[in-house]
Every structure is written in structure tokens, then in C-alpha cells.
């Protein structure tokens, strides 16, 4: 399997514009997670989902983010209108597992999506 | 919810040393604690899991320890080399919480 994958790597956009982050999570997985780093608040968790249904928003920091899974192999990550304090690298990850399972819980990160807005 | 801390100031230590990075966090204590390493313009890799009936964990150069009296683990990179420089996070799950909260990460470098 070629892991988590993102897309792009880096997004450059101006105040007010509507971006959009991707992720393909590993087949298999039936859980996916948004996270976002800064040097701040560093590894922040958005919200994740379990078979494509959203479980836990509670870190999505206002109603200008927004998450769908529309499939099992794929998930958008939307930002309308974007600000500059939303710029910071975000993070997509999967896992087999749900994150309380006893049983070994491995997340697999992507490469992440460098945000800046201007 | 949980505050995790780790040392945001860099470690900076000679190849061959043993580094020893450490992870704090409040509240309830974790069902269990993990170790991923970060290199630049890259996404965090899993190293080591922890649970919280167990005091110790080895995996090659790597060991964990985790002590739910000092709320407190530490993460230990025994001869050191220069491929170790990184930064190291650390995450904990509670039981009933379903969800990762990380550190924000310690930067090791490891010079030559």
C-alpha cells in the first residue's frame, strides 16, 4: 500500500478564498483523522471518522471548517473563507482501529498540506 | 481534557550519548502512551506503544518508560547517531475518550 495519501503539499491562497485539502486513507482502514500542526498548538485533532461517518468534531475550531468522507477511500477537509491564522501544515491519518482499542493502535500520518493564507 | 507537555527547547547531544527526552501530562492518566518520530516536511511514524500497566519497553536502541505516580514518561535513544536527529511526540488515549491528544514535540539533534 503506497500510505496515506494528501494532496496538494502546499497550498498558497489569499484571505477569503475557499480551500480544499484531500486525503486517501490506507484501504482498510475504517478510521480517518484530521489533525493540524503549528508551532503554537502543535498535533491538534479536527475531527475523525469511523466508516465514513464523522464521530468527533469537537476540535473543528469554527463553522468555516468542514469534513466529508464520501467514500471509504476518500476524505475532503474544506476551509470557507479561509484567514490567515488557518495557515499551518494539516494533517490526514488512519487507523485500523479506534483510538481507545486495548489492542496495539497504530495511526498512519500523510505527508501533510503546508497551508498558508495570505 | 489532557495537557501533555514535552520540552520545547531542542536537545541537542554528542553521537554515542544516550538521549532522554520526556513527556508529562495532568488529569486522568492514559490507557496508553505512544511515541512517534516527525522529520521535516514530513507526517509523524509510530515507534513505541506503552500501556499503563507496563513500566518499561524495548525495541532495538529504543526504550519507554512510564510512570502513572509521576505522570510522566521518557523516552530513551541509547548510542546515538546522527540519523536519530528528529523531533519526538508523544501521544496518550484514555480509556472512554476515544480520541489522541499529542505533545507538541522535542527537537533531538545528534551531532556527529
Known amino acids: 500500500d503506497a500510505g496515506v495519501i494528501q494532496s496538494p503539499r502546499h497550498e498558497v491562497t489569499e484571505m477569503g478564498q475557499e480551500v480544499t485539502l484531500r486525503c486517501k486513507p490506507i484501504?482498510?482502514?475504517?478510521?480517518l483523522f484530521w489533525y493540524r500542526q503549528t508551532m503554537m498548538r502543535g498535533l491538534e485533532l479536527l475531527i475523525y471518522?469511523?466508516?465514513?461517518?464523522?464521530?468527533?468534531d469537537s476540535g473543528m475550531p469554527e463553522d468555516r471548517f468542514s469534513a466529508k468522507m464520501p467514500n471509504a477511500s476518500f476524505s475532503t477537509l474544506k476551509i470557507q473563507p479561509s484567514e490567515p491564522r488557518d495557515s499551518a501544515v494539516y494533517f490526514c491519518a488512519s487507523s485500523a482501529l479506534p483510538p481507545g482499542a486495548l489492542a496495539k493502535n497504530i495511526q498512519y500520518f500523510g505527508a501533510g498540506t503546508r497551508l498558508s493564507v495570505l | 481534557s489532557q495537557k501533555i507537555e514535552q520540552n520545547s527547547e531542542a536537545l541537542n547531544i554528542q553521537e554515542g550519548k544516550t538521549a532522554t527526552l520526556t513527556c508529562n501530562y495532568t488529569?486522568?492518566?492514559?490507557?496508553?502512551l505512544q511515541w512517534y518520530r516527525q522529520d521535516p516536511g514530513r507526517g509523524p511514524v509510530f515507534l513505541l506503544l506503552i500501556r499503563e500497566n507496563e513500566k518499561e519497553k524495548r525495541k532495538e536502541r529504543l526504550k519507554v518508560t512510564f510512570d502513572t505516580t509521576l505522570k510522566q514518561s521518557l523516552f530513551h535513544i541509547t548510542a546515538s547517531q546522527p540519523a536519530d536527529s528528529a523531533t519526538y511526540l508523544c501521544a496518550l488515549v484514555q480509556y472512554n475518550f476515544n480520541k489522541f491528544y499529542f505533545g507538541s514535540g522535542t527537537k533531538l539533534n545528534v551531532k556527529p
Open positions: 471518522f469511523n466508516n465514513n461517518v464523522p464521530i468527533d
Open positions: 488529569n486522568y492518566s492514559p490507557a496508553y
Open positions: 484501504s482498510g482502514h475504517d478510521y
